[in-house]
Structure formats: C-alpha cells, structure tokens
T-cell receptor, first 112, second 115 residues
Framework: DAGVIQSPRHEVTEMGQEVTLRCKPISGHNSLFWYRQTMMRGLELLIYFNNNVPIDDSGMPEDRFSAKMPNASFSTLKIQPSEPRDSAVYFC??????????FGPGTRLTVL | AQSVTQLDSHVSVSEGTPVLLRCNYS??????LFWYVQHPNKGLQLLLK??????LVKGINGFEAEFKKSETSFHLTKPSAHMSDAAEYFCVVSLTTDSWGKFQFGAGTQVVVTP
C-alpha cells in the first residue's frame, strides 16, 4: 500500500491567493483527518470526516478554510484568501477504526 | 474530557543509554493510548498503541510503553538509544467510545541523542 498521499509537498504562495491541498487516504479507510502543525501551537485537528461526511469542523480556524471529501479516495483543504499566519505544515491522516491513524508526509505551506 | 500531558519538552541522552519519555493522561473512560514519532521534515509514524489488552506494549525500533492505570501514566522507554532515535515523540489519547477515532495529542518531547 502506498500509504496516505498528499500533494503538493511544498507550496509557496503570496498573501491573498487561493491554496488547495490534496489528500488521498489509504484504500479502505473510512475516516480522514486534517491537521495543522506549527511551532507555536503544535498539532491541531482542523476537521475530520467519516464515510465522506464532515463530523467535526470545530478546529477550522476561520471561514477562509474549507474542506471537502467528494469520495472515499480524495479530500481537499482549501484556504481562500491565504494569509502569512496560515504558514504551517498540513497533515492528512486516515484510519479504518478508532485504533490507529496513519499520517501522510505533510504539505509545507509558506504564505509570503 | 480526555487530555494528555508530556512531562518533558526536551530530553537529551547519550547513544547506548536508556531513554524515558513521560506521559500522563486524563480520561473519564478507559482510554486507548498511542505513541507517535516524527523525524525532521517527515510525517508522524505510529510507534505503539495500548487498547486495553496487555499493559506492557512493545512497539517498533525497540520501544515499549507501560500502561499504569493507578498512576494514569503511559511512559515510553527504550533500553539503548540509537542516533536514529533523534526525533519528536507524541503521546496521544483516544476515547474507546469515540467511534470516529478523534485524537488528543500531547505537546511533544524532542529527543536529542549525543554520540
């Protein structure tokens, strides 16, 4: 299995631009999680889906952030418009049970 | 509500000496507990997990952790540190009643291994 796949691995953009991060979970996993990691705040859960349905988006910082999961094999996290404080590493993780989450390699986002 | 506290933000050990990373948890229910490791510029990798079976859990790369309910602890140990163990380690708690698998992460412990 290829594991959780995220793209792009690195993204550099300018303030005000739209950013879209992508995630392909492990085949057969029915829960998907988006996290953000910064030095100041550590790992934060942004949103998670179960069977493609958003369950809890209370961690999404602002309306500028949105996430979708149109099918079991694909999810996106969009930031529009982006701001410098959004600079972070964004991780996607998936699981088929509540026992273990498998993380992708992350997307390092830099907003200038 | 559940929470997890990692008692050390940084741990420095010499290669070949034991490693101890401390974690305390708080949970209203019987918890599932995990340790994850993150090497520089990498994603998080599962080291081991406790899910109400044996209290001494063995993981990958020679790590193990012991669940102690009386002390609400889940400390991670390794008998002999290797240079490749330099990384950040996260203690994580999940409610067994949470069918969605939502995690609460500790703040992390940065491990430095010196030759």
């Amino acid at each position: 299995d290829a594991g959780v796949i995220q793209s792009p691995r690195h993204e550099v953009t300018e303030m005000g631009q739209e950013v879209t991060l992508r995630c392909k979970p492990i085949s057969g996993h029915n829960s998907l999680f988006w996290y953000r990691q910064t030095m100041m705040r550590g790992l934060e859960l942004l949103i998670y889906f179960n069977n493609n349905v958003p369950i809890d988006d209370s961690g999404m910082p602002e309306d500028r952030f949105s996430a979708k999961m149109p099918n079991a094999s694909f999810s996106t996290l969009k930031i529009q418009p982006s701001e410098p404080r959004d600079s972070a590493v964004y991780f996607c993780a998936s699981t088929e049970t509540s026992l273990s989450q498998f993380f992708g390699p992350g997307t390092r986002l830099t907003v200038l | 509500a559940q929470s997890v506290t990692q008692l050390d933000s940084h741990v420095s050990v010499s290669e070949g000496t034991p490693v101890l990373l401390r974690c305390n948890y708080s949970s209203s229910y019987s918890p599932s507990l995990f340790w994850y490791v993150q090497h520089p510029n990498k994603g998080l990798q599962l080291l081991l997990k406790y899910t109400s079976a044996a209290t001494l859990v063995k993981g990958i790369n020679g790590f193990e952790a012991e669940f102690k309910k009386s002390e609400t602890s889940f400390h991670l140990t390794k008998p002999s540190a290797h240079m490749s163990d330099a990384a950040e380690y996260f203690c994580v708690v999940s409610l067994t009643t949470d069918s969605w698998g939502k995690f609460q992460f500790g703040a992390g412990t940065q491990v430095v291994v010196t030759p």
